[in-house]
């Protein structure tokens, strides 16, 4: 319950169950059939947080009654539940994506190592997302001014293409799995199945982005020049690896975890605060960047040759998702100055890979409104 309505997505609740391996009792019924012992699946779930035993009530025929047995939730956090589950049903029948994913949603702090919580507010109809200090949240604290408001489409995406970079780099890679002691097969394994994870990171799903970020990071510290991550080194094998776990390896003590830093600060940008990273790693992610726009005005350019029937017919010979080939030919939209800024590296360096497909959705035909949506400046 509290994992939820930190999240606001029983897709996300699902995904760190499963990350953590919880699973539902396992039940002997009759004749000694045996149930449960499952990953929870969305549906069970959703009734799970409905379901009104643990308030220590009973629903009978529409009716609520006082039940026999102890509550065990709180009604505070009870109501705040089905207010966010009542919240995701209006905006899913409005269309309006209400599971938007909160990416970082448990795992990140402030300097002074108060946890920051995903909010939201709407303005004009957009919903912008933050992570937010505790203290900025409740009023409360002496000093106000410490505490954090950070875009949460900043850190998300710098998040996301610092985890690239490392599933790209076999030095990084080997380095960081040098303590586990693999063995050489599965070592040439690893370094193979990394880098193709990296050449199809901007396919991942929400959902499979959110599962990656479960399995590694364990912490993510935001101070006033950088974005600090703490990985769990021994979960990186099992990320580019399915079928590979630790097995017999039991480490006397747990492996030190993967320190990996962001060179990034909160600066005012226009009436707003953006996360803006420096140099070192604007190089690399704008690299990144050009070859997916290049890659987008490739893929207008094949549809338009008529070589494939359809989108559909399209991805499937590729071999591509067709939503990150749709994905590609929106961003082939892109006006002829934000595509050369691009390819030439001087674009907005909060405008990341990551950033510019969950933009894509939402950029408007007209080519000054792009500008202003990407970050770009404009008369």
């Excluded at 009973?58 to 207010?83: M, Y």
């Excluded at 933050?130 to 002496?142: D, F, H, M």
């Excluded at 990320?239 to 003590?253: E, F, R, T």
Aim: charged share 20%; proline share 4%.
């Amino acid at each position: 319950f509290r994992r939820y309505a930190e999240f606001g997505s029983v897709s996300l609740l699902k995904a760190e169950l499963d990350a953590h391996g919880v699973i539902s009792k396992r039940r002997e019924g009759a004749q000694g059939k045996l149930s449960g012992g499952k990953p929870f699946s969305r549906g069970n779930l959703y009734l799970m947080l409905q379901n009104r035993l643990y308030v220590g009530e009973i629903a009978h025929k529409g009716n609520v009654h006082p039940g026999q047995q102890e509550a065990i939730i709180d009604a505070a956090l009870w109501q705040a539940v089905q207010d966010c589950l009542s919240t995701n049903r209006v905006e899913r029948s409005l269309g309006a994506g209400a599971e938007e994913s909160s990416l970082l949603a448990g795992l990140i702090f402030d300097t002074d190592g108060e946890r920051l919580s995903p909010t939201h507010a709407v303005k004009k109809g957009k919903r912008y997302r933050y992570y937010v200090s505790a203290a900025l949240i409740s009023g409360k604290g002496n000093d106000q001014s410490k505490g954090r408001r950070i875009p949460a489409g900043d850190i998300d995406g710098l998040v996301l293409d610092r985890l690239r970079a490392l599933f790209a780099s076999e030095a990084e890679i080997t380095s960081a799995v040098a303590p586990l002691g693999l063995d050489a097969p599965t070592q040439r394994a690893l370094l193979g199945r990394s880098k193709d994870l990296a050449e199809h990171w901007t396919r991942l799903t929400s959902l499979q982005r959110r599962e990656i970020v479960l399995a590694l990071i364990t912490r993510i510290h935001v101070d006033e020049e950088q974005i600090v991550m703490h990985l769990d080194r021994a979960s990186i094998p099992s990320v580019a690896l399915p079928d590979w776990s630790l097995g017999s390896m039991k480490p006397a003590l747990p492996f030190e975890p993967l320190v990996l830093s962001i060179t990034a600060s909160l600066q005012r940008a226009g009436k707003g605060i953006r996360l803006v990273i420096g140099g070192g790693a604007a190089n690399g992610i704008g690299s990144v960047l050009a070859s997916l726009v290049a890659k987008a005005i490739s893929s207008r350019a094949m549809l338009f040759s008529g070589q494939d029937g359809s989108v559909e017919a399209m991805a499937a010979r590729l071999g591509v998702w067709r939503d990150y080939l749709a994905v590609l030919l929106r961003l082939s939209y892109l006006s002829p100055d934000i595509v050369r800024a691009i390819l030439a590296g001087q674009h907005p360096v909060e405008l990341t890979p990551t950033r510019l497909i969950a933009l894509s959705r939402g950029v408007p035909h007209d080519w000054q409104e792009q500008k202003r949506v990407l970050g770009f400046p404009t008369p």
